[in-house]
């Protein structure tokens, strides 16, 4: 029998033997035991007579008689325990580098050179001795690297500069040199940037930094970088060190453009006032604004090298933008002045940020976790331009169908004018025509010019004489050349023509568009003189007004509407609202359930606008925008409304036609919007020929905002899977070479797990709060897991429910709540909205306890609630919270964030200057329980890193590190290695669950958490390894279509299974 543990609660923890081996340290029992154990009955969450039942249970019965745990072979930890252990093996990763940061950081640099060598490649000007001379690339061990390429043509790089203390380097593209862009299709690996040597042994050996600002993008330049075999060269970001030290939020960035635009505008009508004077004199007090800058190079330098004599001029870059090779050529000396000038700015900066950085971030694994996040791989192969091949046909294809389906929809609308006055869509249009007017008078130039009519014609064409066919024949062959005969032969006898042809001289010289046609129509058609002229109404899409009318789409079955105040809405019969606004005014004087009276609104009455359309009246009422009332709907058939065609909140009547038009957009949606970001991937393959393996390195920042998440426009962002979207298969076009498989997993309820447990750390306890014990025992299956239990209190789905639970974990308050529900159920009332988003934040944030007394929970609870929006009180100031599921995680997360150094529990990272207590006072609160949480996941993720990494070179793994996606990691690694692989990811979870709960008081860790539910073993990089991502542009899947067959996904019981629990190679 396994030995197992079992906490006071019930909960089953890590034997004894682990726990010794990685906590080393036994806690005093919780004082708190009793209250706790209560409060988990209260909310019918703990059963107290099956705690001792669990205790007794047999592990082996529990485990089917499974592998054991113990059975692992566990790598002797460095130091006493798993916090020192990861302190230890961070600092040795880093210990080489920190060393080339430290040497470089206190040394100078040489002058700029005065004049740059135009030749392709690599040029070294030695800062001692002089000497110009030609090398291969540069060998310094530390650099600071920045690169310009030409916009125009493929992003392809001309030139490049670099420095140390020892020298300045500049690069010169071969295609610059000779001027060779014509032919260009694209980029090819031989038109990057070598910075290493070709040698493998050499490349892996030498420890080498690279230092630039947003340096993921220089990378993506550099030849070696796309090699599958990783290097020892590292990259490390001033602007990622900026951001996590001194970054904006959104909202104070917002706030900072915003000022300086009024400023801009403010300084041209007061060019007499000094700027300093100036600032003083207009600028709010913020203080925070005194502590940060916004992320580009030029305002960055400005903060931290302030008394810098470099004066860095950004006007210059527009010629690699818009600038044609010739004009690079011309300017070459400026440009790579200018460039070099980046190059040093960039230097300086991180001369002056690099300290400010180790003060703020002093633990090795926060370092440790950004030079190893600097190396994202995503290998690739033939099936890269297979699968953009593919999207692109589909996209042309349904593309050009919606296009007859919207033109279809136009043309037949112009068939019912006479009907469109009753219709509720149709009467919305401009059905006003252009008259064809004749001219008073006959113009004197003719449309037979060119069939040379004699003067004799002219009078008579001028004259009011009246003439038959006959007499016309008569006149024409006696003065007009024979060949006009030909032209006139088939001139209708019928009145009509002859009139026609006696008006011609009377036909205006400028004819109106389209006469006859409904005005609407002519806005949809293109002029006869645009080089892009074809008939119809070709101008049509699903942006243009009249579209929603022509496909007669609806809101919940109810006619949309334009209304120019409110913009798009929908039309509901006068006397069905009538109906509905009764239902509201009985609902809100309603009793609750809790036997309370909802209190009635002070809100103004809302205006009612009346639409008539034949015989029926209609009520206005305008569509839901995501971002509340107070903004309009643009486009009902925007990105942000897929989700409600989709569902059939928007459809279209009849459904047959504009159904399919309706299907089709949505189907070309996410290829439309990111078709540019996909297609501009800078995808290298190693042999040009065969396209049969390369790479695509992402352009990311490892410290993209102030929670120190990476940010990368595509593959952090992608959208996942959809079988009705084309090109929704992105992520499984990253494919493992051969002989090589993708190893992953995702970290279960990470952020959920790491905010439960800061709550729980108020006692020391696992599971000793409501969330904390939903967590870890909490059953989908009997409705006790968290976002069962949201979803049954406010009556939404489960996977509703996960977004709201996040959202208030992020620190999202009770507005978001109601604008949240109001777009899952767009029938539901704003005054419902808000109740239930009360009772929502009532029972699982709690209210504040002004009074610092413990309230009681349930009836005596709920009749503190005398005023709900006054009790759900924001302000920090205004007590602790109490009373709900979610209280004590709330309290410890603003304890962190308005305490007057806010550093996260682990790895003590601090938070960004700009956000500290000190300088924002009460403001920002959303953002800094926020930073709290996923600034926690981040540490989460550098830990995972240093670990995964320390094993992997530990037992010879032959692995590289591929992406993480937030809560995930994915490795490159070699066949044969791919279970010790998997079983050095399970061990890596194990170490970074436990130091999470060293670090907050806990001297244990769950057996629920400690290891991943399953690790992926793949081809391909998707989220789970048995889908076959069939959509429009992969109709057979990947298994038929890419001959990708289904990946396993295998727990730690059938990892120990395969590897005999053994990690190490023999």
């Known amino acids: 029998m396994s030995s197992s543990?079992?906490?006071?609660?019930?909960?089953?923890?890590?034997?004894?033997?682990?726990?010794?081996?990685?906590?080393?340290?036994?806690?005093?029992?919780?004082?708190?035991?009793?209250?706790?154990?209560?409060?988990?009955?209260?909310?019918?969450?703990?059963?107290?007579?099956?705690?001792?039942?669990?205790?007794?249970?047999?592990?082996?019965?529990?485990?089917?008689n499974k592998p054991n745990i113990e059975d692992i072979e566990l790598p002797k930890l460095q130091g006493k325990n798993i916090s020192e252990h990861i302190e230890l093996i961070a600092q040795q990763q880093t210990y080489e580098y920190v060393k080339l940061i430290n040497i470089f950081s206190n040394q100078k640099i040489p002058e700029i050179p005065s004049n740059f060598n135009f030749e392709a490649g690599w040029t070294r000007y030695d800062a001692e001795t002089g000497k110009i001379t030609k090398v291969d690339y540069p060998e310094e061990e530390a650099l600071v690297f920045d690169i310009e390429c030409l916009v125009k043509y493929h992003n392809v790089p001309v030139m490049a500069t670099a420095v140390s203390p020892k020298a300045w380097y500049s690069w010169c593209s071969e295609r610059l040199v000779k001027n060779d862009f014509m032919y260009m299709k694209g980029l090819s690996l031989n038109d990057l940037i070598p910075m290493e040597s070709e040698n493998l042994e050499k490349r892996k050996s030498k420890k080498r930094l690279i230092i630039g600002h947003n340096v993921g993008f220089d990378r993506s330049f550099i030849k070696q970088q796309y090699y599958l075999e990783r290097s020892a060269l590292r990259f490390l970001d001033t602007m990622s060190m900026h951001i996590a030290c001194s970054g904006f939020t959104h909202d104070q960035r917002d706030i900072i453009l915003n000022i300086n635009s009024q400023q801009n505008q403010d300084k041209e009508k007061m060019n007499d006032i000094e700027s300093d004077d100036f600032n003083r004199t207009i600028r709010p007090d913020f203080l925070w604004r005194e502590k940060g800058c916004l992320n580009n190079l030029k305002d960055v330098h400005k903060f931290y090298c302030y008394d810098s004599k470099i004066k860095m001029e950004k006007e210059t870059r527009n010629l690699f933008v818009t600038g044609e090779p010739n004009q690079i050529i011309e300017n070459f000396q400026s440009l790579m002045k200018y460039c070099s000038i980046d190059t040093k700015a960039t230097f300086e900066v991180f001369s002056r940020l690099i300290e400010v950085f180790f003060k703020r971030f002093e633990h090795p694994a926060t370092l440790a976790g950004m030079l190893e996040m600097s190396t994202m791989y995503l290998p690739i192969n033939k099936n890269w331009?297979?699968?953009?091949?593919?999207?692109?046909?589909?996209?042309?294809?349904?593309?050009?169908?919606?296009?007859?389906?919207?033109?279809?929809?136009?043309?037949?609308?112009?068939?019912?004018?006479?009907?469109?006055?009753?219709?509720?869509?149709?009467?919305?249009?401009?059905?006003?025509?252009?008259?064809?007017?004749?001219?008073?008078?006959?113009?004197?130039?003719?449309?037979?010019?060119?069939?040379?009519?004699?003067?004799?014609?002219?009078?008579?064409?001028?004259?009011?004489?009246?003439?038959?066919?006959?007499?016309?024949?008569?006149?024409?062959?006696?003065?007009?050349?024979?060949?006009?005969?030909?032209q006139y032969n088939n001139l209708n006898t019928n009145v009509q023509t002859q009139e026609a042809f006696l008006n011609c001289r009377f036909i205006p010289k400028n004819i109106p568009f389209l006469c006859g046609y409904p005005n609407w129509y002519r806005d949809l058609c293109e002029r006869f003189d645009s080089v892009d002229w074809r008939p119809g109404p070709s101008q049509i899409s699903t942006k243009t007004r009249s579209t929603p009318y022509l496909l007669r789409l609806t809101w919940n079955q109810n006619p949309m509407h334009y209304f120019d105040k409110y913009a798009w809405g929908y039309l509901i019969e006068e006397n069905e609202f009538q109906k509905i606004e009764q239902n509201k005014k009985e609902e809100e004087n309603s009793v609750?359930?809790?036997?309370?009276?909802?209190?009635?609104?002070?809100?103004?009455?809302?205006?009612?606008?009346?639409?008539?359309?034949?015989?029926?009246?209609?009520?206005?009422q305008k569509i839901p925008h995501k971002d509340g009332e107070k903004f309009n709907v643009g486009n009902p058939l925007a990105k942000s409304f897929l989700s409600k065609i989709n569902e059939g909140t928007i459809s279209s009547i009849p459904e047959k036609a504009a159904g399919l038009a309706l299907k089709i957009h949505t189907q070309i949606s996410y290829w439309e919007m990111n078709l540019k970001r996909i297609k501009d991937q800078k995808a290298m393959f190693l042999d040009d020929g065969t396209q049969s393996e390369g790479a695509i390195l992402p352009i990311s920042v490892v410290s993209g905002t102030v929670t120190r998440r990476a940010v990368e426009p595509t593959w952090l962002t992608a959208s996942n899977y959809s079988k009705s979207r084309i090109g929704t298969e992105l992520k499984a076009m990253i494919q493992s070479p051969s002989g090589y498989y993708m190893i992953g997993a995702d970290v279960d309820s990470q952020e959920l797990w790491i905010a439960a447990t800061i709550g729980d750390s108020e006692y020391k306890i696992h599971g000793s709060t409501p969330l904390g014990w939903m967590n870890l025992q909490g059953k989908r299956a009997d409705g006790t897991d968290m976002h069962s239990k949201t979803a049954s209190l406010i009556g939404i789905s489960r996977d509703q429910a996960k977004v709201f639970n996040y959202g208030r974990i992020y620190g999202a308050g009770k507005s978001f709540a109601q604008k949240l529900l109001l777009q899952f159920n767009p029938k539901m009332s704003e005054k419902e909205a808000r109740i239930k988003a009360l009772k929502l934040y009532a029972e699982t944030k709690g209210v504040r306890n002004k009074n610092k007394k413990q309230v009681v929970q349930d009836e005596a609870f709920l009749k503190q609630l005398k005023d709900l929006k006054a009790d759900l009180d924001e302000d920090v100031n205004a007590g602790k919270w109490v009373g709900g599921t979610e209280s004590e995680m709330f309290n410890k997360l603003e304890e962190i964030a308005i305490s007057d150094e806010p550093v996260t529990p682990v790895l003590g990272a601090k938070i960004s200057q700009a956000l500290e207590p000190e300088f924002v006072?009460?403001?920002?609160?959303?953002?800094?329980?926020?930073?709290?949480?996923?600034?926690?996941?981040?540490?989460?993720?550098?830990?995972?890193?240093?670990?995964?990494?320390?094993?992997?070179?530990?037992?010879?793994?032959?692995?590289?590190?591929?992406?993480?996606?937030?809560?995930?990691?994915?490795?490159?690694?070699?066949?044969?290695?791919?279970?010790?692989?998997?079983?050095?990811?399970?061990?890596?979870?194990?170490?970074?669950?436990?130091?999470?709960?060293?670090?907050?008081?806990?001297?244990?860790?769950?057996?629920?958490?400690?290891?991943?539910?399953?690790?992926?073993?793949?081809?391909?990089?998707?989220?789970?390894?048995?889908?076959?991502?069939?959509?429009p542009s992969n109709p057979n899947g990947l298994r038929q279509g890419y001959n990708i067959d289904f990946g396993t996904c295998l727990d730690i019981y059938q990892i120990i299974e395969k590897t005999n629990g053994k990690i190490s190679k023999n």
Not at 48 to 58: H, L, R, Y
Not at 399 to 417: G, T
Not at 446 to 469: G, H, I, V
Not at 612 to 617: A, D, F, N, P, V
């Open 385 to 486: 331009p297979k699968y953009i091949q593919s999207c692109e046909s589909a996209f042309n294809d349904s593309e050009n169908l919606l296009k007859k389906l919207l033109e279809r929809s136009a043309n037949e609308a112009c068939k019912f004018k006479d009907q469109a006055l009753n219709d509720p869509w149709l009467s919305q249009l401009d059905w006003e025509t252009r008259k064809f007017n004749l001219s008073k008078k006959a113009s004197e130039s003719s449309p037979f010019k060119d069939t040379k009519l004699t003067k004799e014609f002219y009078k008579f064409l001028n004259s009011d004489l009246k003439m038959n066919t006959n007499s016309f024949y008569k006149i024409a062959r006696q003065k007009i050349k024979n060949e006009i005969d030909s």
């Open 592 to 620: 609750n359930s809790k036997g309370k009276v909802v209190k009635k609104s002070n809100k103004k009455k809302e205006e009612i606008n009346k639409v008539k359309i034949g015989l029926k009246t209609y009520v206005y």
């Open 5 to 64: 543990s079992v906490n006071n609660l019930g909960i089953r923890m890590l034997s004894p033997n682990l726990r010794k081996y990685l906590f080393n340290r036994l806690n005093k029992p919780s004082e708190n035991l009793e209250n706790v154990t209560k409060t988990l009955v209260k909310f019918n969450l703990l059963d107290p007579a099956k705690i001792q039942a669990e205790k007794d249970k047999d592990l082996n019965t529990i485990n089917n």
């Open 921 to 1031: 006072d009460k403001s920002f609160m959303t953002s800094r329980i926020n930073w709290v949480v996923q600034s926690s996941a981040v540490d989460y993720l550098h830990i995972m890193l240093v670990c995964m990494n320390w094993l992997i070179e530990k037992y010879d793994i032959q692995a590289r590190f591929s992406i993480s996606i937030h809560d995930e990691v994915r490795y490159i690694v070699k066949e044969n290695d791919k279970y010790r692989a998997a079983l050095a990811l399970q061990l890596t979870n194990l170490f970074t669950r436990s130091i999470f709960a060293y670090k907050l008081g806990f001297d244990d860790l769950p057996m629920s958490v400690a290891f991943f539910s399953g690790v992926d073993i793949d081809k391909c990089l998707r989220k789970e390894p048995d889908l076959d991502f069939v959509s």
